[in-house]
């Protein structure tokens, strides 16, 4: 893989990898965060189980958000 400009892009290594079995199915997920962002991982990760939640019709108890 090469920029516009011609010069060799390094490959980055995932920040994270999460890996789940549904169905039979193994899914593997590789998490790359903007390194001069200001979030932490805890905090994106708290917005996804809020929207999830939501789109649910299910706002969790604040004690499961805490586990």
């Known amino acids: ?3 516009q400009d011609g010069t060799p892009v390094v ?6 990898i999460i890996t789940t ?3 039979g199915q193994t899914i593997v997920a ?3 965060f903007n390194q001069s962002g200001t979030e932490t991982f805890s ?5 996804v189980i809020l ?4 789109q649910d019709s299910q ?6 958000i805490l586990r």
């Not at 929207?51 to 939501?54: E, I, M, R, T």
């Not at 706002?59 to 499961?64: I, N, Q, R, T, V």
């Open 1 to 3: 893989m090469a920029e």
């Open 11 to 16: 490959p980055r290594t995932p920040d994270s």
């Open 21 to 23: 079995q549904r169905n």
């Open 30 to 32: 590789e998490l790359f």
């Open 43 to 47: 905090d994106k990760l708290l917005k």
């Open 51 to 54: 929207a999830d939640s939501l």
């Open 59 to 64: 706002e969790p108890e604040k004690m499961e």
